[in-house]
């Protein structure tokens, strides 16, 4: 399996590390009903927790997407590594930014992140 393919992953379970921090860093999380808990006021860092998880589903999928046509039109397999561990790299930067609330840091790991996505297109359309 390439490098890509583990980043794949590791983008995959991302929102889930996101979601953990903000349903296990204090009260109001109850199993027996765990979507009360998205609909709830949460304080601070927790609902920016939640907010970065609910992002990270939102970023998935074009970036497996483009990870998989990348690796079909057989674009060059160490440029889809390097931009699969950038995407995936900025999107831990845009978590942390998010639940530290650095607005400014966070959208720009978003729009690195993204601009890996779109790479990753560019190059699938120059080798296919």
């Known amino acids: 399996m390439t490098l890509a393919y ?21 009260p109001g999380y109850d199993n027996r009903r765990p979507r009360d808990f998205a609909g709830s006021d949460l304080p ?33 397999p160490v440029r889809v590594d390097a931009l699969a561990v950038g995407f995936v790299l900025t999107r831990l930067a845009y978590g942390a930014f998010y639940i530290a609330d650095w ?3 966070r959208s720009l790991a978003w729009t ?10 560019v190059i699938a359309a120059r080798a296919g």
């Open 6 to 26: 583990w980043c794949v992953l590791v983008a995959a379970l991302l929102p889930y590390i996101f979601v953990g921090i903000a349903k296990g860093s204090g």
């Open 44 to 76: 601070g860092f927790r609902k920016r927790a939640y907010w970065a998880h609910q992002n990270g589903l939102e970023a998935f999928p074009p970036f497996a997407a483009a990870v998989i046509i990348a690796s079909l039109a057989g674009a060059e």
């Open 103 to 105: 607005a400014t840091a």
């Open 112 to 121: 690195a992140g993204f601009g890996c996505v779109i790479a990753l297109f």
